[in-house]
């Protein structure tokens, strides 16, 4: 239970109980017994369909029915991200959640970056979704007063950029909030925004570059990430990495206690409730 | 004249005449007065349409009449990469250029990564054209005996990706190279593979990651580049970086020293002619 060290909130464990409940000694946590198992090479949707009482979709329940106040998995990403919007729904107009961290910037602030791997098409208008969540994110989360957000790209002129900048950067100019234009990775990790938007899969490949790029730089445990907030989901999903260590599970679950207690969630349903 | 430092081969220096001069001191090399001088702000097309006397232009033309052996420009690389094409002309079935560096790896080893950044909106057989130029630029000038060649991914089994991987991932299975599979960053950079092949966004994203990453470790001198070498043209071009040190300057005449004398050339010519 080195992973509960710090956690205030009583937790709730979800498993397989004669797995679970020989690691808790003495604490006072409740475990709801779950009996299947969802594997790593199941798909999300049969994992979805085919394990009703797997932890990911007994924990997503629980979330729904307000019983826990935050989940946190390390389980098979893909099928919590499909439990999480099947059992919680996304707020109005968000097409398909994403997954959100803080990665530590040059100048010592936090740079929270979106999408980190949950969609690996996006269409213009969902990275205008992304830069909306985004900011909500920095502005309730982490308590940046008016954030900064740029579309990530391989340049700062608005010529550069693939069609996919390109066609969403009108859509980010026309939101309300402070869209500081096309910005490189370079100028996001030094300081120039606090919100930078992408596409999944360009995400998740700057995320690993940067886990790669600190191993090449001799510091192997600076690991940017206690997990990874599903945005966009009505309810605080933290996804944490399979090959997560006790240190990083406990990170996970600080993470969802913070946000839990953040207000996201209401911020994020005024948000994006339809106009009246 | 310290990026002169360590080269071996007689320079030609091309440029404007009364700026040039000056600065070579006692140094022998010829100098090729180019009265037109390429702005940051000049399109790409205008330039090569507009300013045929440039030094980017000059230096190309005598390339390509075998006056110079390889040529380096640290101006507008839109320019130099408009020109080399003009100029140069490309292999056979090569659409465009791409970008190529050999960054560090944590096994010691160089990582070929390809395209940094020549074409955005890349189609699945630029992919497949990159991993052969890629693999022929390890064989010969990084004396690789049989590079293993890896496709950029979001996740190392083939159902994940996004839409442009899925569809590029057939064409590399079909090419007569070591083709290993997606590749996630973080392995790649551990020594998985010796080529990675991306589209030129996302490999543009990913150089300045490690850029800023690196920066991040405290490492800010540990610059991956001396310059990219444009592969696909009929020629050697390295192209540098904008803001290049006399030091960044002298590697990437080194390095095109080193790639002339490789014997590249005449291998893309052979590999990319017409089937007989």
Redo the contacts between chains.
Sequence with gaps: MAAARGVVSPLALFGVEALVRPLLGASPHHVHHAPEVVLMDDSAAAALREKPRSSIRLGMEALARAEVSAFVTCGHSGAAMAAAVHCLGTFEGVHRPALVSAL???DGGALVVLDL?AS??CRPDQLATFARLGEAYARCALGVAAPRVGL?S?GEERS????Q?KAALPLLDALPIRFVGPV???D???GAVDVLV?????G???L????????????PR?RPLGGAILLGVRGVVVIGHGRATPDDLRAAVLLAEKVAASGLISTLRAAFAPSA
Excluded: I, Q, S
């Excluded at 550069?160 to 069609?163: E, L």
């Excluded at 992408?198 to 360009?202: E, I, R, S, Y």
């Design positions: 530590p910037r040059a791997g690996v098409d990530l391989n550069k950029g693939n069609a900048v490189e990775p370079h996001a990790f030094a992408c596409d999944g899969f360009v998740n490949v700057l690993k570059t940067v886990e790669a790029a600190l191993l090449l730089g001799d510091r600076a």
